[in-house]
């Protein structure tokens, strides 16, 4: 899993697949997230999931959402969304994600077209079921866009696909508002998640999370249970973790120095609940991965 980068606002700054082209591609098995969960995260970026088998639950604003076999889900701009499966089982699945921009050839274009889709409050997201038309034509699309990726005019071919599923959306999506204390809500708490995400590596207290948020500490706890299911404090070590994970497999660091560097007080403690999140020692968990990654090289993929 590539790291998380994070842009001034504290989104996730995507990795797209083409330097000059907003859009990233992938297909997927959840069990390639540490502990079957993605980091809790939000962009500007329209996230589009097709499930192509098994099942997964998406979080989208602290809502849960599962997806099964030919559904999926979009989730709209800015939204804090994460998939997961609790129990641990697989799901092999597409993920894509499309900017905006690509559909605002003209201000007209974006003004009358792409903004009262971006900013309908009722359109968190879409669950996609493939019994209803309209929805399925989406998922059919989602599966289009990721076969021609490597075609010739990918992108070109790529942006008229969106345009499709643009279309389908703003002829079918409900309107309405999204309550503004929940909308007020979601801004302190993406404040406070960004402030965990840029400052994990250094020694946080609960007090600094609501700081960050400019709420008392008793709310903190509250928005962080609301939506996401979590303490404050067990979102923080648990992305701590997810961090440290890709210095197992990406570096040479010892344990001690990995538990430094992600932020942990001590190797012991770092070990102690590296086990207890994910059944086995960071050693183990390396020497798993490793061998797990020459197999992949060695076997024919996509």
């Not at 998380?4 to 997230?33: F, G, H, M, N, Q």
């Not at 092999?92 to 900017?99: R, V, Y």
Request: glycine residues 4%; hydrophobic residues 40%; contains cysteine.
């Amino acid at each position: 899993m590539p790291l998380l980068e994070l842009k001034d606002d504290r989104s996730e700054k995507v990795r797209y697949d083409y330097t000059d082209y907003p859009i990233y591609i992938r297909r997927a098995l959840l069990s390639s997230y540490p502990n079957y969960a993605a980091p809790t995260h939000w962009h500007d970026d329209i996230e589009l999931i097709a499930v192509l088998s098994g099942e997964m639950q998406y979080n989208v604003n602290g809502e849960i959402i599962t997806m099964k076999e030919n559904e999926g889900i979009l989730v709209n701009a800015r939204q804090i969304h994460f998939g997961f499966s609790a129990p641990k089982r697989e799901c092999d699945f597409i993920c894509i994600l499309l900017h905006p921009l690509m559909l605002c050839a003209t201000y007209a274009y974006e003004r009358d077209f792409v903004l009262p889709v971006l900013h309908n409050r009722n359109t968190a997201y879409i669950k996609l079921d493939s019994g209803i038309p309209w929805q399925c034509t989406i998922l059919q699309f989602i599966k289009m866009i990721y076969s021609i990726k490597y075609k010739e005019a990918a992108a070109l071919k790529i942006q008229a696909l969106f345009l499709s599923i643009w279309i389908q959306l703003y002829e079918n999506i409900p309107t309405g508002n999204q309550p503004k204390r929940q909308y007020a809500d979601l801004s302190i708490l993406k404040n406070m998640i960004g402030f965990i995400q840029q400052n994990y590596t250094v020694k946080i207290t609960l007090a600094d999370i609501a700081a960050a948020g400019a709420v008392g500490q008793s709310k903190c706890c509250k928005l962080f249970a609301k939506y996401i299911g979590q303490t404050p404090n067990t979102y923080l070590m648990q992305y701590r973790l997810d961090k440290s994970t890709t210095l197992l497999k990406s570096t040479d660091m010892t344990v001690t120095e990995i538990a430094n560097a992600v932020g942990f007080n001590g190797s012991s403690y770092y070990a102690e609940a590296f086990r207890k999140w994910y059944g086995k020692s960071p050693s183990e968990y390396r020497i798993k991965e490793n061998s797990d990654f020459v197999r992949y090289r060695s076997t024919p993929h996509e």
